[in-house]
């Protein structure tokens, strides 16, 4: 499927680890695999001399070991151990509490299912460059943080609250928002 189904996907074929769908497997317990775990299965599928295939024998030995087949690292920040990628449930509720602002709707829709599946929350808040002022957006910020006024952020959180997601403008875009 190309689509991320929650409840249904087992297992997301990619390409590289980190994508939005592969951020999905992560927080709902699935395996993130390179193409190779595919002919993996396929070969654990084939018969033998004697007509069984090893997935017939015995299912947990023949079946790959999906961090054997786990995607070449990208653009991530630091390097991981294939485990790190392994299942683990503690991730469910990985975004409870954080609220993330998006200026970019491309943004917005590729990582709102995540977030939300994370028990997280995304808000779009497109700024026009030509006329939001930094002054607008911050207000906007500390009002989804339930602060006031235009000042620095109140140091009494404890360390759940609002993520503002980078803005990305188009190559050549000169913005007077950042002017």
Known sequence: LTDYVRGSTTHVVAKK????????????????VDHSFVDAIVAATQPEEDGTSPLEKDWDA??????????????EQTERASEAYAPDSARQEIFDGYTFIFYDQAQFDNLLAPITQGRGKALLHPIDPNSTTPDDFVRY?????????????ED??????????????LKGN?????Q
């Open 141 to 153: 910020v500390k009002d989804v943080a339930g602060e006031k006024g235009l000042g620095g952020f």
């Open 17 to 32: 680890r980190n994508t939005s769908k592969g951020l999905q497997a992560l927080i709902n317990g699935k395996y993130i």
């Open 174 to 178: 000169t913005l007077p928002f950042y």
């Open 62 to 75: 023949g079946w790959p070991s999906e961090t054997e087949h786990l995607p070449p690292r990208g653009l």
């Open 156 to 169: 009494g959180s404890e360390g759940k609250g609002v993520v503002v997601v980078k803005y990305q403008p």
